[in-house]
Structure formats: C-alpha cells, structure tokens
Nanobody, 126 residues
C-alpha cells in the first residue's frame, strides 16, 4: 500500500520560508513522480511543483518559479519543497501525491495522480 505523509507546514510571516517534506512508502522508489499541490480556501486545487524520483526532472507552476525548490532524497524516500519569499497568496493546504512516471505527464495535472497524502497547512500572514 503506497503511503505519503507530509510535514513541515505552519504559520510564517510574509517573506519567510518553510520546508515541506513528503515521505513515501510502499512502492518502488524510482518509478514514480511526486507532485506538490495546494488548495486555498474557496479555490480549486492547483499544481505547485513535481519531480521524477529517478532522474530528478522538475517542473514548477509560474506562480512559484524562483521562490520554491523541489528536491528528492533517494536514501530517505523523501521529496521536499523549500518555499522561500512566501506571500499571503501561498496560504493553502499543501498535498503531495504520487503517480507512476510513465503516466504522470504533464506532472502538474492533478488528475494524473493516484495516491495522495493527508495535507499540511501553510499560512502566510501579511
């Protein structure tokens, strides 16, 4: 059973930083793409960033380019999202999700993903 567990959310002032982590278990690392998505109150869930666990190919939403960095730690089956220069518009519940890489293109399309974590709240105050 594939499981994803997010951590690292919290409350931060505008301009601050947070680092989210997604620990994956129950599948063969290297065959999956891991994505980060977020859902703000009253809005639809949107793709933030994604990475292939094998080659480390990444993609970012335009709204976070230059501020967020996604990375993977193969030894720990973990994907992290470093979020810098946070703004109030980044406030949302952040989810990580997984899909077999062969089916995960485009990787920011949430409809491609089969497995989801429970989410972690990120709140950015102005």
């Amino acid at each position: 059973q594939l499981q994803l567990v997010e951590s690292g959310g919290g409350l931060v002032h505008s301009g601050g930083s947070l680092r989210l982590s997604c620990v994956a278990s129950g599948f063969t690392w290297g065959y999956y793409t891991i994505g980060w998505f977020r859902q703000a109150p009253g809005k639809e869930r949107e793709g933030v960033s994604c990475i292939t666990t094998s080659g480390g190919r990444t993609n970012y939403a335009d709204s976070v380019k230059g501020r967020f960095t996604i990375s993977r730690d193969n030894a720990k089956n973990t994907v992290s999202l470093q979020m810098n220069s946070l703004i109030p518009e980044d406030t949302a519940i952040y989810y990580c999700a997984a899909v077999a890489t062969r089916r995960g293109n485009p990787c920011l399309n949430q409809n491609n993903y089969d497995y989801w974590g429970q989410g972690t709240q990120v709140t950015v105050s102005s």
